[in-house]
């Protein structure tokens, strides 16, 4: 069997939109149809609302190892981690100039912070700090968090963007909800046979989908999903199964997943890219579309360590992750300084050991350039997997 | 049994409100001490944002871990709390305040003043200005088993608080906190009693703010960010609403007032300081493990804080608010919203800029902390800031807040010597 080479080219084409931290395609859609474009930051907004208005809703996740660092260093001291870096060095040398606006979700200070530092530094641009609620009563937490993103809608018209209109957010839902659908699949896949998925060219797909329209990023998905479920050449190969947990915000360098996949480890889940997966199931399109937006974040979102979790046991939805994948062990893959990953560990180190699954640790930043420490301990972690499980 | 330490080490020289606050800090840790036997409630809770009229109300006594860290690390104690709770598998990268807590807790739940603190009956999460509380309280309550109350106080990310703010508080107020307080204590909510301690706050809040506001007076009769935790203490803890807190306000200012009408300038490690050379204003908080070397450092070079961001962390009464009894709810939202670290990054620049202008500071020192994203990240762009507007110069330094490791008192005395003799050389330079 030889490799299908459309995958391929999909692949270099997902991974040239990857590499563009100018956000050319970004000015290109500009170009095209003349709407507003606007920046989020991990992990989650409702794209669906900005889709509504015809505004363009693009992933930011920080800076590429190639990235130079110049100025951003300038604003952070060495124990704050190097996502912050990167994103004001983009925004310093004009590679969001094409953003009209950013939205920094409430999931960190850190975050939290940059928000009024853009909104110094960038006078001009919509700044939104997207307070998502830790209150998940819908009459409290919901009411709050409606009106948050009604402010926000409200933000966007007076820059030029359409109104917010239910049948217009009832269509983006069902575009979205088609495109969750996708990425759902494809992570099914990769539990199934992760040497179809694998995750150095999953991630590059996902990432890439950051910069494109929904109306692009859907048949993205849809070709690599058929185009991997197809191509036999990629066989089994005797590699220990492991979900990587803690990279939901700064993420590793690709060249960082590289190294796991080739230190003899499936990932067959993970935290990357998760705005693709942050609601979990499809969003109901019939009624008060705004209200099942805000529903879908209350009752249907991933429990990431930036929610707190009232009712569940903590760590009880890592424990359920391990047992969907079939995960024969964990990777606490976090990075340095991230306040949300490394205070969430110790209570998911306690749910791997109560799912009886082996664990171990490392963190990294966006610009780590060296690998092989990680190479040997993973390495290593997948051979115990390997040779002692079962025993 | 060695004798119990006060509860925050105070300087050598105690004026007599330094002395009714340990006795009132005593006297609360007894009461805690006391609580398996007297079936106390307590509840642990954090300063900012803190509900203690609320708490009082229900007659639950109060614990903040925040402050128990910094009074470990007073006491040398957190050194060895940090590595127990990083050999528990606590990351080196993450709050220390966290770490201590849990190594304490691990070593006993000794306090500060030698006495075992009881076990929460509640966990009040108010989740005002710092991120890592949420997670703090996750992992207690892993430890405790005991309820939660989760209180989410949203960010003034533009500067102001909206009604929708206001509401979601007072509603979480209504649904989330009282109802576990009458679940933990057996009683209903008691809105006249409340109303009665937050008049008292009030009359505090008044007198803290005259006795911060001192500072303006040349030379100042205080020190605003060293002395000032001692002055803080009563209102940020247990005792806002009581009527210690009043008559210790009133006692303090009473003492500043007579300082000030003698030109006393404010008492230091070393006794008082003699001759007011440098009038600076401080952001973050202070390091706790080497406090008094800290503090030393500035009085040796005749710097007094004027103003600073941390005697505020626990509310910002100096820009005006007061709590309402007319308004219980609705003033502890304020209250909540209002707190330093809740307040967006502009706000917190134009602070410190008319800081630096209404307390005629000859300049501004950070100190940033590693422990603390809340206030530290961005802190290079508010130095950047506030030079700028202000035309004043500022210095950076960096230390922890209870972790010793990270408290280089050479580098740091070093930095503040070089910070010191650049504004005596604008002084010289100015004046020929």
């Known amino acids: 069997m030889t490799p299908d080479p459309r995958l391929a080219a999909l692949v270099e084409r997902a991974d040239a939109l990857f590499r563009d931290q100018s956000l050319a395609a970004v000015r290109d859609w500009k170009a095209r149809t003349g709407g507003l474009a606007v920046g989020f930051l991990p992990i989650y907004v409702p794209r669906e609302l900005l889709h509504a208005q015809g505004v363009l809703p693009v992933g930011l996740m920080g800076g590429r190892p190639d990235l130079e660092i110049i100025k951003g260093d300038a604003y952070y001291q060495s124990y704050i981690c190097h996502l912050p870096r990167s994103t004001i060095e983009l925004g310093l040398n004009g590679s969001y100039d094409a953003l009209d606006g950013l939205i920094f979700p409430a999931i960190c200070d850190v975050i939290r912070n940059l928000s009024g530092m853009w909104q110094m530094l960038f006078p001009n641009v919509l700044v939104h700090y997207l307070d998502v609620p830790q209150n998940f009563d819908p009459a409290i937490g919901g009411a709050f968090y409606r009106r948050d993103l009604e402010t926000l809608a409200q933000s966007l018209e007076a820059r030029g963007a359409r109104p917010l209109t239910d049948e217009a957010l009832r269509q983006s839902i069902a575009l979205y909800n088609e495109n969750r659908r996708l990425v759902r699949e494809l992570y099914a896949l990769r539990t199934r046979a992760p040497w179809k998925v694998p995750t150095s060219e999953l991630y590059v797909v996902l990432r890439a989908a950051l910069l494109l329209p929904v109306e692009e990023a859907t048949p993205l998905f849809a070709e690599y999903l058929a185009l991997a479920t197809a191509d036999e050449s990629r066989r089994p190969q005797d590699q220990a199964r492991v979900l990587v947990a803690g990279s939901f915000c700064e993420q590793p360098p690709l060249a960082l997943i590289k190294t796991l996949e080739r230190s003899g480890c499936y990932i067959v889940d993970d935290d990357f890219v998760q705005v693709h997966r942050f609601i979990r199931s499809d969003i109901a399109t019939d009624g008060d579309p705004l209200q099942r937006l805000v529903q879908a974040f209350l009752t249907d979102a991933v429990a990431s360590p930036t929610r707190y979790i009232a009712d569940d046991v903590k760590g009880a939805d890592l424990e359920r992750r391990i047992a969907d994948s079939g995960a024969e062990g964990v990777l606490f893959c976090a990075p340095s300084f991230c306040d949300p990953a490394l205070l969430d560990q110790p209570m998911a180190v306690r749910a791997a050991e109560r799912a009886a699954i082996p664990w171990t640790a490392f963190k990294y930043a966006e610009n780590s350039g060296q690998f092989q420490v990680i190479r040997e301990q993973a390495g290593t972690f997948a051979d115990s997997i390997k040779l002692w499980s079962g025993v | ?432």
């Open chain 2, 1 to 432: 049994m060695s004798p119990p330490p006060a509860a925050v080490a105070s300087p050598a020289q105690k004026d007599s409100s330094q002395v009714r606050q340990k006795e009132m800090i005593a006297r609360h840790f007894d009461r805690l001490a006391a609580a398996p036997e007297t079936g106390a409630r307590s509840a642990y809770t954090f300063v900012p944002g803190n509900l203690t009229e609320l708490l009082l109300s229900f007659d639950v006594l109060p614990v903040l871990p925040e402050i128990n860290a910094l009074q470990s690390a007073m006491r040398g104690k957190t050194a060895e709390y940090i590595a127990m709770a990083e050999k528990l598998g606590h990351s080196e990268d993450v709050c220390t305040y966290v770490k201590s807590d849990i190594g304490m807790m691990k070593s006993g739940n000794v306090g500060p003043t030698g006495q075992r603190l009881p076990s929460p009956d509640l966990l009040l999460l108010s989740y005002t200005g710092c991120f890592t509380f949420m997670k703090w309280f996750e992992l207690l309550r892993e430890e405790y088993h005991c309820p939660v109350a989760m209180l989410h106080v949203p960010y003034q990310a533009d500067g102001r608080i909206t009604d929708a703010m206001r509401t979601y508080v007072v509603d979480q107020l209504k649904s989330a906190v009282i109802p576990k307080l009458e679940q933990i204590t057996g009683r209903p909510y008691d809105e006249d009693r409340l109303k009665a301690l937050l008049a008292r706050s009030a009359q505090a809040e008044d007198d803290l703010v005259w006795v911060l506001q001192s500072a303006k007076h040349v030379p100042s009769p205080i020190d605003a960010y060293f002395g000032a935790v001692y002055y803080v203490g009563p209102i940020f803890s247990a005792f806002r609403g009581t009527d210690d807190a009043v008559e210790y306000y009133r006692a303090l200012r009473e003492e500043i007032a007579a300082r000030m009408r003698e030109g006393k300038g404010p008492v230091t490690p070393d006794g008082e300081m003699e001759r007011e050379r440098f009038r600076v204003v401080v952001e973050g908080p202070p390091n706790w493990t080497s406090f008094r070397q800290f503090w030393k450092m500035f009085a040796d070079e005749g710097a007094v804080a004027v103003a600073s961001t941390y005697s505020k962390v626990g509310g910002v009464y100096d820009l005006g608010f007061r709590h309402d009894p007319d308004h219980p709810l609705e003033t502890l939202a304020e209250y909540c919203l209002g707190c330093y670290t809740n307040l967006n990054l502009p706000t917190r620049i134009d602070l410190l800029t008319r800081y630096v202008q209404e307390y005629r500071a000859d300049g501004f020192l950070i100190n940033s902390v590693k422990s603390c994203n809340s206030f530290s990240a961005g802190q290079l762009h508010i130095l950047r800031e506030v030079e700028a507007r202000s035309g004043r110069p500022g210095g950076f330094i960096e230390s922890d807040l209870v972790d010793p490791r990270y408290f280089s008192a050479a580098n740091i005395k070093n930095r503040l010597e070089s910070y010191f003799q650049m504004l005596d050389q604008k002084r010289l330079g100015a004046a020929s």
